[in-house]
């Protein structure tokens, strides 16, 4: 079992930072890791993903660029650094974790371990 714990959302103006983080109890050294978002009234998308060993990441086009997915194993710890953030990055930030350590494009139906999610708040 593994639990997913985000922080580091927040209130920030168009072009700003934020870095989230995501802390998993438990082993996740294996998994790949990734996050998604949830607009309202939207669907939750998939955006960026990192391999067990932190060597391959993936990242949506509407965030390539912008985002950068890392991990430290060490700490048990996702991050996602959030740049040039624009007002239609705001959504509810979720970390996921799939066992299949070959995926790379995270799908909601096979995420085994979800975040509670993290709020960020893009003003223009």
């Known amino acids: 079992q593994v639990q997913l714990v985000e922080s580091g959302g927040g209130l920030v103006q168009a072009g700003g930072s934020l870095k989230l983080s995501c802390a998993a109890s438990?082993?996740?050294?294996?998994?790949?890791m990734g996050w998604f978002r949830q607009a309202p009234g939207k669907e939750r998308e998939f955006i960026a993903s990192?391999?067990?060993?932190?060597?391959?990441?993936y990242y949506v086009d509407s965030v390539k660029g912008r985002f950068t997915i890392s991990r430290d194993n060490a700490k048990n710890t996702v991050y996602l650094q959030m740049n040039s953030l624009k007002p239609e990055d705001t959504a509810v930030y979720y970390c996921?974790?799939?066992?299949?350590?070959?995926?790379?494009?995270?799908?909601?139906?096979?995420?085994?371990?979800w975040g509670q999610g993290t709020q960020v708040t893009v003003s223009s």
């Open positions: 996921a974790a799939d066992r299949n350590s070959m995926v790379v494009i995270l799908t909601i139906t096979h995420v085994d371990y």
């Open positions: 990192i391999g067990w060993s932190g060597g391959r990441t």
């Open positions: 438990g082993t996740f050294r294996s998994y790949t």
